[in-house]
């Protein structure tokens, strides 16, 4: 008899596991178990189809379960895994065993809830399955006004999605500036600045106090430390945390996030069980240090090495560099790494290169600014973060500075970077370019400067 | 003390730790941006871990710590140190170089 995989998650991670492990062994049969009834479809589009930008919901899946199956795929929907038991290498689900040689944990993430009263009421939305995503949209049509509680990325694509929609949008965070937890106030300002042009009010420095009910028992006012804002819905995007609810029950080793421990083969602290996802945290590539809660594509690409192993082969994954964008209404930020707020707060010396080109050659229509600064090591000038913001082509830069910072690339390295020039798609001078030449000019002026004349 | 209580107690110092340094350096970056930023409504930790812990944390160079967190197992175990240390200049990766398989094609790694 071959062997057989479990994997138990059915989301990025779980699903790229599976696929990967029937391709690279087609002998191995793989079993799914996943507590929800859809498959392959793309929670990050929710917010987009919310505010019509994605016609309809039913664009947002990829694949159905029953393609699965045709693949060879054993698909156990709407299943939930309530036990596991390492010695006898069998999980729990429906009151039945289920055997299995190797295991993949992809149990993915819940959301942070807020501590304070009124948290239990209706009327509180959290983003994450496209079931519950699609009965909420239906809602929406009889809904006038929205408070959106917390500053992560989630939290912004639903106040621009809603606002599009046409409600109101009461927008609230505790920070000093918007998404301070990941970018800068001068990069946070434009996104702002975005968001209040297509209607949303945004209070910053807003402490959440509490949720008010009606008599029906669902949430009618946000209780804050800017008073008392009435509401339909409250759309809570606080932080992901990992479910390892299954991780702890059988004596995995859990880190610093909370999250469960791998190596750079995705091998949790017990044999012949992996895992991937939201649920592991893995290191960042400048200090080492674990982190947890990251994008859809780093889920995805964990649950392939996770697969992969499972099936024989051995790959490997790496520290991670973190490349991230997303839109603030109509306007694109995003980064690499770290930024100037997180570095201090590190400790991590660092220096800024700040520059601002365009996305197309200046007289060409559409062309749109490009604000690059860039953060990098004393002395060597060796980059180790970025933040940027403005139309189009944020994203591919993040990317790209992403890699070149990974592999070591200096502000020196980037001054001279070769480029595209095409009016259309590029100009002549890259924004990247100028914001390195500017902090390659800065720091020789401050060399000149400590030299004494 | 049992491994599960020491793995807790140090999920907690790292939560309480990077909230008290994170709070420090938005009142810092925000000073620098007195324009786009207005007073925070986050919840400050008690003076220990504002007038003792972040202004030590401070003055203790980078190397230092990441040495002292990696011999804390703070850091990530079980993955390959990185090529380079702080400060200095880029080098190739450790480790075997890639080998091209008989069949000539390129070898693939990672995911």
């Given at each position: 008899?071959?062997?057989?995989?479990?994997?138990?998650?059915?989301?990025?991670?779980?699903?790229?596991?599976?696929t990967i492990a029937k391709r690279a062994n087609p002998d191995m049969r793989v079993a799914v178990f996943s507590e929800f009834p859809d498959i392959a479809y793309s929670p990050c589009g929710i917010p987009y189809a919310h505010?019509?930008?994605?016609?309809?919901?039913?664009?947002?899946?990829?694949?159905?379960?029953?393609?699965?199956?045709?693949?060879?795929?054993?698909?156990?929907?709407?299943?939930?895994v309530t036990d596991i038991d390492l010695d006898r290498r069998t999980v729990t689900a429906r009151n039945k065993h289920e055997g299995f040689d190797k295991l993949i944990l992809c149990t993915g993430f819940h959301w942070e809830q807020p501590a304070v009263p009124g948290a239990n009421l209706e009327g509180l939305h959290y983003v994450k399955d496209i079931r519950r995503a699609i009965e909420f949209d239906k809602e929406l049509d009889?809904?006038?006004?929205?408070?959106?509680?917390?500053?992560?990325?989630?939290?912004?694509?639903?106040?621009?999605?809603?606002?599009?929609?046409?409600?109101?949008?009461?927008?609230?965070?505790?920070?000093?500036?918007?998404?301070?937890?990941?970018?800068?106030?001068?990069?946070?300002?434009?996104?702002?600045?975005?968001?209040?042009?297509l209607g949303v009010n945004v209070r910053m420095g807003t402490k959440l106090l509490g949720f008010a009910g009606g008599p029906d028992g669902r949430v009618r006012a946000v209780s804050t430390s800017a008073g008392e804002l009435e509401c339909d819905v409250a759309v809570i995007c606080l932080h992901k945390l990992p479910n390892t609810s299954l991780a702890s029950s059988i004596g995995l080793s859990l880190g610093t996030t909370g999250a469960v421990v791998v190596d750079d083969h995705m091998r949790t602290s017990a044999p012949g069980v992996w895992a991937a996802g939201d649920v592991i945290e893995v290191p960042h590539g400048l200090s080492m240090l674990p982190i947890s809660g990251l994008t859809g594509s780093h889920a995805y690409s964990q649950g392939r090495v996770a697969g992969a192993n499972a099936a024989g082969e051995n790959r490997t994954y790496d520290p991670v560099w973190i490349p991230w964008g997303f839109m603030s209404g109509d306007y694109t930020i995003g980064g690499f790494s770290i930024g100037e707020t997180l570095a201090e707060a590190m400790g991590i010396p660092y220096v800024v290169a700040k520059g601002v080109g365009v996305s197309r050659a200046r007289y060409f229509p559409g062309a749109a600014r490009t604000h690059v600064k860039l953060i990098a090591e004393p002395g060597t000038l060796r980059l180790i973060g970025a933040q940027l913001?403005?139309?189009?082509?944020?994203?591919?830069?993040?990317?790209?500075?992403?890699?070149?910072?990974?592999?070591?690339?200096?502000?020196?390295?980037?001054?001279?970077?070769?480029?595209?020039?095409?009016?259309?798609?590029?100009?002549?001078?890259?924004?990247?370019?100028?914001?390195?030449?500017?902090?390659?000019?800065?720091?020789?002026?401050?060399?000149?400067?400590?030299?004494?004349? | 003390?049992?491994?599960?209580?020491?793995?807790?107690?140090?999920?907690?110092?790292?939560?309480?730790?990077?909230?008290?340094?994170?709070?420090?350096?938005?009142?810092?970056?925000?000073?620098?941006?007195p324009s786009r930023t207005v007073p925070s409504a986050l919840s400050h930790e008690g003076p220990f871990w504002r007038l003792v812990f972040v202004p030590l944390y401070r003055r203790v160079p980078w190397e230092v710590k990441r040495n002292a967190m990696r011999k804390l197992k703070m850091t990530a175990q079980g993955w390959p140190e990185q090529s380079r240390t702080f400060g200095e200049p880029w080098r190739p990766p450790a480790g075997e170089p890639l080998k091209r398989p008989a069949n000539g094609s390129t070898p693939r790694s990672g995911a």
């Open positions: 008899m071959s062997e057989r995989l479990i994997v138990i998650g059915g989301g990025g991670a779980g699903t790229a596991a599976s505010g019509r930008e994605i016609p309809e919901f039913q664009n947002l899946f990829l694949s159905t379960v029953q393609r699965y199956v045709e693949d060879g795929l054993e698909m156990n929907m709407e299943t939930t009889s809904m006038k006004r929205a408070v959106i509680i917390g500053g992560m990325w989630l939290g912004v694509e639903m106040a621009g999605a809603l606002a599009r929609r046409g409600l109101e949008v009461q927008f609230i965070d505790e920070g000093p500036w918007l998404l301070s937890e990941l970018v800068d106030p001068d990069v946070a300002e434009p996104a702002q600045e975005a968001l209040e042009k913001h403005g139309g189009e082509g944020i994203k591919e830069r993040c990317d790209f500075l992403a890699f070149v910072g990974k592999r070591g690339a200096t502000l020196e390295d980037l001054a001279w970077m070769e480029n595209i020039y095409s009016p259309p798609i590029g100009a002549l001078y890259e924004p990247i370019q100028i914001a390195a030449q500017n902090g390659l000019a800065e720091q020789k002026a401050r060399q000149r400067e400590a030299v004494p004349a | 003390m049992r491994p599960q209580a020491f793995d807790e107690r140090k999920r907690r110092l790292r939560a309480r730790s990077e909230h008290v340094l994170r709070m420090a350096a938005m009142d810092d970056v925000a000073r620098r941006y």
